[in-house]
């Protein structure tokens, strides 16, 4: 079973470096927090590389 990266959205500042470097994966959602809408947009070593590693308050997690 695949890993999917899930946005803890309680914690997420908007600071928009998931959104900004993996478009494909992350967006802003309504309540202006960060959220997946696709995890199949990108190599899960992207993801952790350009998301979850550079995210500053660490609200990216694999599930």
């Given at each position: 079973?695949?890993?999917e990266?899930?946005?803890?959205?309680?914690?997420?500042?908007?600071?928009?470096?998931?959104?900004?470097?993996?478009?494909?994966?992350?967006?802003?959602?309504?309540?202006?927090?960060?959220?997946?809408?696709?995890?199949?947009?990108?190599?899960?070593?992207?993801?952790?590389?350009?998301?979850?590693?550079?995210?500053?308050?660490?609200?990216?997690?694999?599930?």
């Open positions: 079973m695949a890993r990266p899930w946005v803890d959205q309680d914690v997420c500042i908007s600071c928009g470096l998931c959104t900004d470097n993996v478009p494909e994966v992350f967006r802003f959602a309504d309540n202006g927090k960060a959220e997946c809408y696709d995890q199949t947009g990108a190599s899960e070593e992207e993801i952790q590389n350009d998301a979850i590693d550079v995210c500053p308050v660490s609200c990216i997690h694999w599930r």
